[in-house]
T-cell receptor, first 109, second 117 residues
């Protein structure tokens, strides 16, 4: 499975936008880019996914670079409830999620 | 529409006992995945099942661990003769078909926290 690289941690203030980067330089043409987050003591939660085009949903936006070697998860207005570990994951036809270490997001009031 | 249901939420077993973890996928979901998360670590894939079939068990330890997803009823992750190193949170996820392009991704349960004493 293709590997992703994310910063270990990031910080934000409440109500500010947050851009969480992910590098995936070995991505192949049919790898889907998925983002999940895990709040303390909970199971992972689906955030968003995409293949080539930018995506928006009620939780976040996903910006995918033209060469697909990187992507950015955008939280438009961070809240305290957004404090979690965010995982960027590539999925090919193996159809299973391989989690990395993720980015721990801290949100300050 | 209930989400993925895992039970029990907490399970305590003595060394050498058996642990059975249950996962009921979301209604209409036929694909089930099990993951293990050791304290302060990331989630590790264990096994991927469809109804009555094991599709990928590349992450399962070779001994003492087994999984099933029968035609009727929940998926079961079974750990025989538990040891202290099996203490972890075990998460189950489900998807209706191929989760990589499913509209809502994979849905995870809240997990079972196994403690071996």
């Amino acid at each position: 499975d293709a590997k992703t690289t994310q910063p270990n941690s990031m910080e934000s203030n409440e109500e500010e936008p947050v851009h969480l980067p992910c590098n995936h330089s070995t991505i192949s043409g049919t790898d889907y880019i998925h983002w999940y987050r895990q709040l303390p003591s909970q199971g992972p939660e689906y955030v968003i996914h995409g293949l080539t085009s930018n995506v928006n949903n009620r939780m976040a936006s996903l910006a995918i670079a033209e060469d697909r070697k990187s992507s950015t998860l955008i939280l438009h207005r961070a809240t305290l409830r957004d404090a979690a570990v965010y995982y960027c994951i590539l999925i090919l036809n193996t159809d299973k999620l391989i989690f990395g270490t993720g980015t721990r997001l801290q949100v300050f009031p | 529409n209930a989400g993925v249901m895992q039970n029990p939420r907490h399970l305590v077993r003595r060394r050498g006992q058996e642990a059975r973890l249950r996962c009921s996928p979301m209604k209409g979901h036929s694909h089930v995945y099990w993951y293990r998360q050791l304290p302060e670590e990331g989630l590790k894939f264990m096994v991927y099942l469809q109804k009555e079939n094991i599709i990928d068990e590349s992450g399962m330890p070779k001994e003492r661990f087994s999984a099933e997803f029968p035609k009727e009823g929940p998926s079961i992750l079974r750990i025989q003769q538990v040891v202290r190193g099996d203490s972890a949170a075990y998460f189950c996820a489900s998807s209706p078909s191929y989760g990589r392009d499913n509209l809502y991704g994979y849905t995870f349960g809240s997990g079972t926290r196994l403690t071996v004493v």
